[in-house]
């Protein structure tokens, strides 16, 4: 695993795009996580200093209710970031959980487990996620169960073939013949050996929860009112997009980079990680 760790690091630093998306990453992070430093109230409305440009008291302009946009977009990538990071680690622990015990029990439970994954894939993610949004209330917390329920059948099937591939080695055919427990050999000898193939997909995972949770904002089916999400800014600006492009340009642009940094992260985890995917560089 350490090796792993120094290939990493090592296409980090000579990989340009790479270190400009951590740094962008490290940045929106710690921008979302001091919003409390900012002198604005971001639900505080002003009809006097509504619709304001770009300018030194407001960054980001105003919106149509007068409320600092940058304030806003800060407190918004708090929701954005924790949805996509939450719905990441949900997602991961569901598809980790079936994807080994697919892999390792074999037969009838692999059988039924597959199909159940297949059934899920073969019906449009999207239709999935408006159904299940009409039938729950919206909120942070269901938006995370629906994105969560949505994303971990591809880390599935990608956790079930590696699974495959570490229960046939030495020391886990010696673990069993011990007569060691089934679910204390998944936990000591099989996860900690998919772990890579784990940080890959996890990393994918957070650009598509962020981008569903951006997509489901953006109908109005996600975050309401009075809090904002770069999604939802971007549904509310798109009244006004004529006469204020500002307020669709910048939620746009931070989801945009968020979304494209973490996918330079996960391929450059994938290329360190993978055995295979850096042989020819």
Do not use: C
């Not at 297949?118 to 993610?125: F, H, T, V």
């Not at 060691?180 to 000898?189: G, T």
């Amino acid at each position: 695993m350490s090796r792993r760790w120094q290939q990493f690091k090592h296409a980090m630093n000579r990989n340009r795009p790479a270190q400009f998306s951590l740094a962008v990453l490290v940045i929106f992070t710690l921008a979302a996580l001091s919003a409390f430093f900012s002198p604005w109230d971001p639900n505080q409305m002003s009809l006097q200093a509504r619709m304001l440009s770009p300018q030194a008291s407001h960054w980001f302009g105003t919106d149509e209710y007068g409320r600092d946009y940058f304030t806003r977009a800060l407190y918004g990538g708090q929701i954005s970031l924790m949805v996509g990071f939450l719905a990441m680690l949900f997602s991961t622990l569901i598809g980790t959980l079936v994807g080994t015990m697919s892999g390792y029990f074999g037969g009838r439970i692999d059988n039924l487990l597959m199909r159940l994954v297949d059934i899920l894939m073969s019906i449009p993610a999207f239709f999935l996620l408006l159904v299940l949004n009409a039938y729950l209330k919206p909120g942070i917390a269901n938006i995370i169960l629906i994105i969560s329920a949505l994303t971990w059948m591809n880390m599935s099937r990608m956790i079930r073939a590696e699974t495959l591939s570490v229960k046939e080695r030495e020391y886990v055919i010696y673990a069993r013949a011990s007569g060691e427990h089934p679910l204390l050999i998944i936990a000591r000898h099989i996860i900690p050996n998919i772990l890579p193939t784990i940080i890959v997909a996890a990393t994918l995972n957070i650009a598509s929860a962020i981008l569903m949770e951006s997509t489901l904002s953006f109908l109005g089916l996600g975050v309401q009112q009075p809090h904002a999400s770069w999604g939802s800014m971007l549904n509310n600006a798109q009244s006004y997009i004529g006469e204020a492009s500002w307020l669709a340009m910048f939620p746009g642009i931070l989801i945009l980079l968020t979304v494209l940094s973490f996918n330079v992260l996960g391929d450059v985890f994938r290329t360190a990680f993978e055995p295979g995917a850096n042989r020819n560089e």
